[in-house]
């Protein structure tokens, strides 16, 4: 039982090997019943009128013990969970969509996860890195690499360690002292008092490194060209699901996901069975939206 479990998922699948035979994502039902706002509180509120208590979800839980406020909303957070699966699932057989709820659930407990790749090059990707001169660059770049193996080692997303905006702004000031550091937006006493000595270390090794050995900005990838007719049937789809989403009450990415529809697009698929071999497809959405799709392609 889950609330917006794909991270977690991915995180026990990955790192503990975890495989799951059945689960019900309580965030996902609520999308097929039409709900925009997807939050715990918003579901319970509606459904079981409940209120949470305050939200916790910026405090360092890495420290211990827990306060008592931090252990209720920890038992807030799945304490009425079954009690919400319950009153989803009888929304969802009303409207008819517990089927495909349970066939969205199966796929996401049967997802296979890869280990994360760590790519080298993903430094250049942050808000503000393309606009940087190749010393910050570098500055950047160790900062990455820093962010990327205290994450590991205290088992945390890297975002929890530092932030995005934080590693460019230290990239920019690139701080020599610990005071210097403590001015940096996102530098907090904690941030300072836990990694301020490697920040600064590898602030300070960026510097030293010779001009030859700084990063250099990549040339953008070439995006291969879709050819004239995939395009066309593409569109068609676009205009097909803008057309058909606000008659089932359903966010138009449900009704179909923009991942599939270069992949039907490019099959052009002639009937049902062509595209239910279509991957990622869903059994529940070529039966009810096969035909549709079908015609919307054909006029192209």
Same mark, same amino acid.
């Given at each position: 039982m889950l609330h917006a479990g794909d991270n977690d998922l991915a995180h026990l699948k990955r790192r503990y090997g975890f495989t799951f035979d059945a689960i019900f994502d309580t965030s996902l039902a609520a999308r097929f019943l039409g709900a925009r706002a997807l939050g715990l509180d918003v579901l319970l509120r509606e459904y079981?009128?409940?209120?949470?208590?305050? +939200?916790r979800q910026k @405090?360092?839980?890495? $420290?211990?013990?827990? %306060? @008592?406020?931090?252990?209720?909303?920890?038992?807030?957070?799945?304490?009425?969970?079954?009690? !919400?699966? @319950?009153?989803?699932?009888?929304?969802?057989? +009303? *409207? &008819?969509? !517990?089927a495909w709820v349970e066939e969205e659930c *199966?796929?996401?407990?049967?997802?296979?996860? #890869?280990?994360?790749?760590? @790519?080298p090059q993903a430094f250049f990707r942050l808000k503000g890195a393309r606009d940087l001169k190749p010393r910050p660059l570098g500055i950047l770049r160790a900062l990455w690499n820093l962010r990327e193996r205290l994450a590991r080692g205290a088992d945390r997303p890297p975002f929890k360690i530092l932030g995005d905006a934080t590693l460019v702004?230290?990239?920019?000031?690139? #701080?020599?002292?610990?005071?210097? !550091? &403590?001015? $940096? =937006?996102?530098?907090?006493?904690?941030?300072? &008092?836990?990694?301020?000595? +490697?920040?600064?270390?590898?602030?300070?090794?960026?510097?030293?490194?010779?001009?030859?050995?700084? #990063?250099?900005l990549p040339r953008p990838p070439r995006v291969p060209s879709v =050819? &004239? =007719?995939?395009?066309?049937?593409?569109?068609? !789809?676009?205009?097909?699901?803008?057309?058909?989403?606000?008659? %089932?009450?359903?966010?138009?990415?449900?009704?179909?996901p923009n991942r599939l529809m270069r992949p039907i697009a490019e099959v052009a698929p002639r009937d049902l069975e062509a595209l239910a071999r279509v991957d990622g497809i869903r059994r529940w959405r070529v039966e009810n939206f096969g035909p549709q799709i079908l015609a919307a392609i054909r006029t192209s």
């Open positions: 079981l009128a409940v209120e949470l208590p305050p +939200s @405090d360092d839980w890495s $420290v211990r013990p827990l %306060t @008592d406020a931090q252990e209720r909303y920890a038992v807030a957070d799945v304490l009425h969970l079954l009690e !919400l699966k @319950d009153r989803l699932v009888e929304a969802l057989g +009303s *409207a &008819g969509r !517990l *199966a796929a996401l407990a049967a997802e296979a996860m #890869p280990e994360r790749v760590i @790519d702004a230290l990239a920019v000031a690139a #701080p020599r002292t610990v005071t210097e !550091l &403590g001015k $940096v =937006p996102g530098c907090t006493p904690r941030v300072t &008092g836990r990694w301020g000595h +490697s920040i600064l270390e590898a602030v300070a090794h960026a510097q030293a490194q010779p001009d030859e050995e700084l #990063p250099v =050819p &004239g =007719p995939v395009r066309r049937r593409i569109e068609l !789809l676009r205009q097909w699901r803008t057309e058909a989403a606000p008659a %089932t009450g359903l966010e138009s990415g449900v009704v179909l």
